[in-house]
């Protein structure tokens, strides 16, 4: 099946900083779609990009389908940012290992 | 739209007993629902595929006499820890992708499962 790859495994930023978090994969993908896990464990539906550039918010999310790779930049980061963000390849998903997000203020 | 529930939030139980966790498409018929176990600090990892009216599809290594899995409804998948151990304490989750799947998987709050 489909692997999935997310860096960095960790980041800590301070509030107001921006980052990109990546996930490749090791096959093409027909769809892809990021969430952010939060304290509480629960799963939150950022983007369904399969290809393309989204935008919401502070948030946007650009899928590179031919070169199998997926980026998620956060801009202006706040401690509510905080958590788990995986990217995940569907058919059946498949997530990557997440990278944990601590933003301190 | 896309909401979907699962309950309970969280509970404990005693080994050898049988626990059932409910996941209800509010809003939505779910032809497929998906199952999913985390463990602490870990990626989530997929236990088996809930189809409505038939059987469900398990992942190698999940067996399915211990995680019986029910898709009675297009609204409705149940999954039972039957014998519980304490080895099967964990946070399940579950998915659900309406049809056509144009906006992605959406997934329940998780249930934190303890067996003590």
């Known amino acids: 099946g489909i692997q999935v790859e997310q860096s960095p495994p960790d980041l800590i930023l301070q509030e107001g900083a921006n980052s990109t978090l990546r996930c490749n994969f090791s096959?093409?993908?027909?769809?892809l779609q990021w969430f952010h896990q939060n304290p509480w464990g629960q799963l939150i539906n950022l983007f369904y990009?399969?290809?393309g550039t989204k935008q919401n918010g502070r948030l946007s999310a650009t899928t590179v389908a031919t070169e199998r790779y997926s980026l998620l930049y956060i801009s202006s980061s706040q401690t509510t940012d905080s958590g788990v963000y995986f990217c995940a390849s569907y058919g059946k998903l498949t997530f990557g290992q997440g990278t944990i997000l601590t933003v301190h203020p | 739209g896309a909401v979907v529930s699962q309950h309970p939030s969280r509970v404990i139980c005693k080994s050898g007993t049988s626990v059932k966790i409910e996941c209800r498409s509010l809003?939505?018929?779910?032809?497929?629902m998906f199952w999913y176990r985390q463990f602490p600090k870990q990626s989530l990892m997929l236990m088996a595929t809930s189809n409505e009216g038939s059987k469900a599809t398990y992942e190698q290594g999940v067996e399915k006499d211990k995680f019986l899995i029910n898709h009675a409804s297009l609204t409705l998948s149940t999954l039972t820890v039957t014998s519980a151990h304490p080895e099967d304490s964990s946070f399940y989750i579950c998915?659900?992708?309406?049809?056509?799947?144009?906006?992605?998987?959406?997934f329940g709050s998780g249930t934190r499962l303890t067996v003590v």
């Open positions: 998915s659900a992708s309406s049809v056509p799947a144009n906006y992605g998987y959406t």
């Open positions: 990009i399969p290809s």
């Open positions: 096959d093409s993908v027909n769809n």
């Open positions: 809003d939505f018929q779910a032809t497929t």
